[in-house]
């Protein structure tokens, strides 16, 4: 569909409204993206406006991006880095009305997905997602700043819970009694966590934190991986928020919205696939210490989502969009299901990262 947007805004970079034509591009639920192409050369860009509601500074996103882009461009200048094209002044958003936006190039016979049919797509994902983290392991991580604060720091997100448990009603607890004895059962994740947090083998690096497939583009004709995109939550953090967060949307077949819990299973070959490709690029960075959770990784980012969900659900639903009263609560379910899934498949899912870490003689 095509659309219109505030000339200013085009006028920002260069652009006239009779030059261009734009669409509605992507299934993005946070941001507004449209394709931008140029009636006399045909050339295509990515405009994109961005929600102020979820990232309440966008100037840090800008500047994390531009960091890691000069860092990038200095070392490795053939990676391809999805960077912002700078406004006219010099910028790297412009901002209208309090709004603000960001142009990018459009990458050519590139396609992205939602979800996965193919082991070889986890492999490409994780391939990606693990050369932008081996690229910036020499990188000073503490350079960035968060975009959203407490993103995937389960402490923050374990006593929101708990305190969303204090002033819960007693008929919400009620309806929930069960998920929030697992939540409780599982803290020993976030212990596991804290005995690791301040270990010098336990390095923030510069993670991408958002690896859900849709964050990926692949070569329409290869399916080979091209790079990654959405580097709203480029910010300093530990490796297995981008494992995990892998583990966490790749493994399963249905999504955190399937309400059928029985559906949830997880598919071993896709975690070989996601593991192997991560180490392909990230084996010979990671930390003994490092290697020991690769598993945790997904532990852990499954486990903070659902007690997030379930946070929601106690809280009246005020922060995740719903179609019914009990999506947040089924969605609990679905996580600690997925959760359980790993606990039920552990030595399987261990000889797999033992096995991927021999493959490519990093073990240690």
């Excluded at 505030?6 to 507004?32: D, M, R, W």
């Excluded at 510069?206 to 583009?217: P, Q, R, Y």
């Amino acid at each position: 569909m095509e659309v219109e947007i505030n000339e200013t805004v085009l006028s920002e970079y260069g652009f006239k409204p009779a030059e261009v034509v734009l669409k509605s591009f992507g299934t993005g639920h946070i941001n507004s993206t449209f394709l931008l192409t140029q009636n006399n050369t045909g050339e295509q860009f990515i405009l994109q406006s961005i929600n102020i509601n979820v990232f309440r500074k966008p100037d840090i996103i800008a500047k994390n991006v531009k960091l890691v882009a000069d860092f990038l461009g200095e070392h490795y200048p053939e990676y391809l880095f999805v960077k912002a094209i700078p406004t006219v002044k010099g910028d790297e958003m412009a901002v209208v009305e309090g709004v603000y936006w960001r142009l990018t190039k459009f990458i050519n016979n590139s396609i992205s997905f939602d979800t996965l049919s193919d082991p070889r797509q986890a492999y490409e994902a994780a391939l990606q997602f693990g050369r932008l983290n081996k690229l910036l392991s020499a990188f000073d991580a503490s350079q960035l700043n968060e975009t959203i604060p407490g993103f995937h720091d389960l402490g923050l997100r374990y006593k929101q819970f708990t305190d969303a448990l204090e002033l819960a009603s007693e008929e919400i607890k009620q309806k929930a009694a069960n998920e929030i004895g697992i939540a409780l059962h599982y803290r020993f994740i976030l212990e596991y966590f804290n005995s690791f947090k301040n270990s010098t083998e336990f390095p923030d690096r510069a993670m991408h934190h958002d690896t859900k497939i849709s964050n990926m583009l692949f070569d329409k004709d290869s399916m080979k991986g091209i790079c990654v995109i959405d580097l709203d939550t480029l910010m300093a953090g530990k490796f297995i928020s981008d494992l995990g967060d892998m583990m966490r949307t790749y493994l399963c077949a249905y999504s955190e919205n399937e309400p059928d819990i029985s559906k949830i299973t997880i598919r071993i070959e896709y975690f070989e696939a996601i593991v192997n490709g991560y180490l392909h690029e990230m084996g010979a960075i990671l930390s003994p210490v490092e290697k020991e959770l690769i598993l945790f990784s997904g532990k852990y980012l499954i486990y903070m989502q659902a007690i997030r969900f379930l946070t929601d659900y106690l809280n009246g639903n005020i922060y995740y969009p719903i179609a019914y009263a009990e999506q947040n609560l089924d969605r609990t379910k679905n996580q600690f299901k997925l959760l359980n899934e790993l606990y039920e498949n552990e030595k399987t899912l261990v000889d797999i990262v033992n096995k991927c870490l021999k493959e490519h003689k990093y073990q240690s």
